[in-house]
């Protein structure tokens, strides 16, 4: 015959080991890659939960009040503080009265 079949059987034995020792060579170079891939992967879910708590923070942190607030806050205690303060005098000089009048009813019944 013209064409030899074990010729062509070991020719195609040389590729298909050829290729195989190439996949084996690209899986021992590739699994560092893989690797990192896994350890980037975590490490992006760690940076989503941080994310997610420091927006969870910067919601709050705008709900406090700010330097005006508690300016205003600091004016409307001290409006308070004069009010109250009017207040008890208010009630110091009901308190004389209620004295002066409950003195007179005590005398008066004693002169009787």
Do not use: C
Not at 6 to 26: E, P, R, T
Request: charged share 30%.
């Amino acid at each position: 015959m013209w064409f030899d079949w074990s010729k062509l059987n070991a020719f195609l034995s040389v590729i298909a080991l050829g290729i195989s020792s190439a996949g084996v060579v690209y899986t021992w170079l590739t699994r560092g890659s893989r690797k990192n891939t896994q350890a980037i992967a975590a490490l992006e879910a760690k940076v989503e939960q941080q994310q997610a708590r420091v927006d969870r923070i910067e919601a709050k942190l705008d709900a406090l009040p700010d330097r005006d607030d508690l300016h205003q806050l600091d004016k409307q205690i001290e409006g308070m503080s004069v009010r109250f303060g009017g207040v008890e005098d208010t009630l110091k000089a009901l308190q004389r009265a209620t004295e002066r009048i409950s003195e007179y009813l005590l005398n008066k019944e004693g002169k009787r």
